[in-house]
């Protein structure tokens, strides 16, 4: 499945770091999602865009921050990230935001040294 | 918010056995949607339940709604080692675009 795009596909990186992960759509979605997964909490929303405008911030740590420059584009930039951010990290896009099924990236996997 | 728990956390079983799934919610669901997880991979969505008591099949696949739309149940008969993985249940959240994910049914099947 190539619906949904995401790089890189795993990342390290040290605390003090700043990086961007990048998802793609090319499903002609108006929807675009975060999650967090892990092993402790399996599907963890974090933020929600719909038409480019963030409908849902998932009460996510600043060190966080979501960009949605097109209906098709979403990153995540990190910085100054805790070991307890390794986890993976699932893209999703939707046609809209109610009763409309998700389709998911293969994710990045991050790991904070 | 609204919450869905989904029982039981693991699942083993033998190949050819069956397996079923739980997902309960305390709150009536407008909806329900399931989907599926491979190991090393990415959830993919397999249906979406909306009637109360409505019932769809996927092949071996069989998906509940409730009557009160409470409650959703996946059963698989005949298990094969190609349904391993993890199954998750969503319903909608109490904001647009907020779905809640159940917990998730790893299953693994022994040959």
């Known amino acids: 499945e190539t619906g949904v795009t995401q790089t890189p596909r795993h990342l390290v990186m040290g605390m003090t770091n700043k990086k961007s992960l990048k998802c793609e759509q090319h499903?002609?979605?108006?929807?675009m999602y975060w999650y967090k997964q892990s092993a402790k909490k399996p599907l963890e929303l974090m933020f929600v865009?719909?038409?480019?405008?963030?409908?849902e911030n998932n009460s996510v740590p600043s060190r966080f921050s979501p960009e949605c420059p097109n209906s098709s584009h979403l990153f995540l930039h990190l910085h100054t990230l805790q070991p307890e951010d390794s986890a993976l990290y699932l893209c999703?896009?939707?046609?809209?935001?109610?009763?409309?099924?998700?389709?998911f990236g293969p994710g990045t996997r991050l790991t904070v040294t | 918010g609204q919450q869905v728990m989904q029982i039981p956390q693991y699942q083993h079983v033998q190949e050819g056995e069956d397996f079923t799934t739980y997902c309960n919610s305390s709150?009536?669901?407008?909806?329900i949607q399931w989907y599926k997880q491979r190991p090393g991979g990415h959830p993919v969505f397999l249906i979406q339940?909306?009637?109360?008591?409505e019932v769809k099949k996927q092949k071996r696949l069989t998906f509940q709604f409730g009557e009160a739309k409470k409650n959703s149940s996946l059963h698989i008969t005949a298990t094969q080692t190609t349904d391993v993985g993890t199954y998750f249940c969503?319903?909608?959240?109490?904001?647009?675009?907020?779905?809640?994910f159940g917990d998730g049914t790893t299953l693994t099947v022994k040959p």
């Open positions: 709150t009536t669901l407008s909806n």
């Open positions: 999703a896009s939707s046609q809209g935001t109610a009763l409309y099924e998700q389709y």
């Open positions: 499903l002609g979605h108006n929807a």
């Open positions: 339940l909306v009637k109360s008591g």
């Open positions: 969503a319903g909608p959240g109490t904001k647009a675009g907020k779905s809640t």
């Open positions: 865009y719909s038409l480019e405008e963030r409908v």
